[in-house]
């Protein structure tokens, strides 16, 4: 089976890093599904090296093979260029491999363990402040994705226009995308209760009725809202 943790980020991180993470499997896993949640990725694993996983706007799925194991950082969202220096839209749904000299570091480790605080002691927070860009992203995102967005543009003295442009630079999604994906995956933790009420899910991620969460449920995953559920076990790493 699919054996999936997390660790907080240092305190230095927290406002950049959502999470650190390490999975590992003991029988060939296919095609697990890797759903759109508005972050991106670094990722590590003895048989892919050292790899970045953009946001994505689709569901993605991986083959894991029994041994193998995999580690990784997961920036919040729209955070992650002050650490990869090359703009989030450029690596929207991508997986590519990641030169860094912190490959050969991790080649060293045996465990997901030592790789994943191998990852953890490699970054360094930025020590400029958040730009406004990125405070206005973080805005977006602690709001689940419900959020006047020409509300967030003015407040970071953007115009629209421009507000778009950065969004997508840092975070490889525009703003209204981003509310959507956030607020699907609202939905799915909403959803992780045994008998999950879709219309209440629906209201409290912020849809206009449940038919418009099973839309959006069928783009992002190409399943129903029900299906996704069912196969939440199956659920894998990046």
């Known amino acids: 089976m699919l054996r999936y943790r997390e660790y907080a980020p240092p305190a230095a991180l927290s406002e950049w890093v959502e999470c650190l ?4 499997t003991d029988r060939p896993v296919l095609q697990s599904p890797v759903r759109p949640d508005g972050c991106m990725d670094i990722v590590y694993s003895p048989a892919q090296g050292l790899r970045v996983v953009g946001a994505m706007t689709i569901v993605q799925r ?5 041994g193998d194991f995999h580690c990784g950082v997961r920036f919040r969202p729209g955070m992650a260029r002050e650490f990869l220096g ?12 990641l ?5 050969h570091r991790l080649e060293d480790s045996e465990t997901a363990e030592e790789s994943v605080r191998a990852l953890a002691a490699h970054l360094q927070a930025p020590r400029s402040a958040k730009r406004p860009i ?3 992203i973080a805005a977006i995102t602690i709001r689940n994705g419900r959020a006047d967005l020409d509300r967030i543009a003015s407040d970071a003295n953007l ?14 999604l525009s703003p209204k995308h981003l509310c959507r994906v956030l607020r699907f995956r609202r939905a799915l933790l909403l959803a ?3 008998t999950p009420d879709w219309a209440d899910i629906a209201a409290d991620a912020g849809y206009f009725d449940q038919s418009h969460l099973i839309r959006e449920f069928r783009e992002f995953t190409g399943e129903t809202p029900m299906a996704v559920l ?3 076990a199956a659920d894998v790493f990046r």
């Open 86 to 97: 090359t703009p989030a839209g450029e690596l929207t749904d991508r997986n590519i491999a």
């Open 230 to 232: 069912s196969n939440r």
């Open 134 to 136: 990125q405070r206005a």
């Open 62 to 66: 991986h083959d894991h093979l029994p």
């Open 99 to 103: 030169v860094s000299p912190l490959a």
């Open 159 to 172: 115009s629209v226009r421009h507000f778009r442009r950065l969004c997508l630079d840092e975070s490889g």
């Open 21 to 24: 993470w390490t999975g590992e």
């Open 192 to 194: 992780q209760c045994k």
